[in-house]
């Protein structure tokens, strides 16, 4: 009986496309979403979809000159709803997706391929000035307020003779007031760092000794409380972020999800404490964190250290037999989501019972 209660993950339409596909959007407050990635020639493409009853209308088609590989709706206001993309080249381009034939905000902002994008201050989430963060193959790590033109407020890059390191993945989180922010970053030999933007220095660093696909904060407009890490060996990493200890950092627990690569990790918008994990094999895992009695304790020498709680697992499906490399949630109807596969295929589900775990 108690599988009956758990949530089911229903294909609730899908679409073939002809093209690499890279990442997948909700447009905020619309039944519509876009899909980015590369033309088999080489080029960009951009399509704008709504989703009317069981089927995907195609509703606008965009070519760009490099692929595209990832974007973000976070630094646009809702009426607005400019989409920032990151391509191939190393740009970061802003789109007005009602006149998308010229870029709204365009820097050349890396000298290699921009893996990872995110946004923070706009639609109405987080404190603090509208800006996108750019991770990169050429390590280094940016971020940009498109009411500034050409550079970047900040820029984390490797410290003199240092390697310099792919960045794969990179996310806003700690923006509950005007000055706090901070944004994580993880690269492909393991290295998490987390930036203090309001001190300018790094805050803290770990390695999961293997590539780091995703990070993510359950909340960015919040104090932080959660951040999950996916990886390279179907591992992931739940740290408690409330009580950093002078030397050991933050506290966290570890699962095996599977034997492939966690490319994508995405919490429920409506409750933090509930994440999907995108799969290698083409499988989503829904999880659900749940708190220690106690958050935090006191180590021999009386400082507080954080205590990592436990994972459940609710639910569990292969979709694609090859990787689930991108996942978005709606952030307006709960359970409503979109993923997209290196089968060339966009799928959008709905996930039941999300009020009963």
């Not at 381009?93 to 201050?121: C, F, Q, R």
């Not at 960045?167 to 922010?181: D, H, I, K, P, S």
């Not at 895992?285 to 749940?290: A, G, I, N, R, S």
């Amino acid at each position: 009986a108690a599988g009956l209660d758990r949530p089911q993950v229903v294909s609730h339409a899908q679409q073939a496309l002809n093209y690499t596909l890279f990442d997948c959007k909700w447009v905020p407050r619309s039944a519509r979403l876009l899909c980015l990635g590369s033309a088999a020639r080489g080029s960009g493409l951009l399509q704008l979809y709504e989703l009317r009853g069981g089927r995907l209308a195609l509703l606008r088609e965009i070519e760009k000159a490099k692929p595209l590989k990832c974007g973000t709706f976070g630094a646009a206001s809702l009426q607005q709803r400019y989409f920032a993309t990151g391509d191939f080249g190393g740009n970061l381009n802003i789109w007005n997706l009602e006149a998308p034939e010229i870029p709204v905000y365009s820097v050349k902002g890396h000298k290699e391929i921009i893996n990872s994008i995110d946004g923070v201050g706009g639609l109405g989430i987080g404190e603090g000035a509208p800006e996108i963060v750019t991770g990169s193959r050429d390590g280094t790590v940016k971020v940009w307020d498109p009411r500034q033109k050409d550079t970047p407020v900040a820029n984390m890059e490797p410290v003199e003779g240092e390697s310099k390191r792919d960045c794969w993945t990179v996310a806003f989180g700690n923006a509950y007031n005007q000055e706090e922010r901070v944004v994580c970053a993880g690269y492909d030999n393991g290295d998490i760092k987390l930036f203090d933007l309001k001190t300018m220095s790094l805050r803290w660093e770990t390695n999961i000794k293997n590539g780091v696909c995703s990070v993510e904060f359950d909340r960015k407009d919040v104090n932080m409380n959660k951040l999950v890490a996916t990886s390279l060996e179907g591992k992931f990493h739940v740290f408690d972020m409330r009580t950093q200890h002078p030397t050991k950092g933050f506290a966290s627990i570890s699962e095996k999800a599977q034997k492939s690569t966690i490319w994508q990790v995405r919490h429920l918008p409506q409750n933090r404490d509930i994440f999907m994990t995108s799969g290698g094999a083409g499988s989503l895992h829904l999880w659900k964190y749940e708190y220690p009695a106690q958050r935090s304790k006191k180590d021999s020498e009386g400082a507080e250290m954080g205590v990592a709680g436990s994972l459940t697992l609710l639910q569990n499906v292969t979709l694609s037999t090859q990787p689930i490399s991108s996942l978005d949630w709606s952030p307006d109807k709960k359970g409503l989501c979109v993923c997209g596969a290196f089968d060339q295929t966009v799928r959008v589900l709905i996930v039941t019972k999300l009020n009963k775990v």
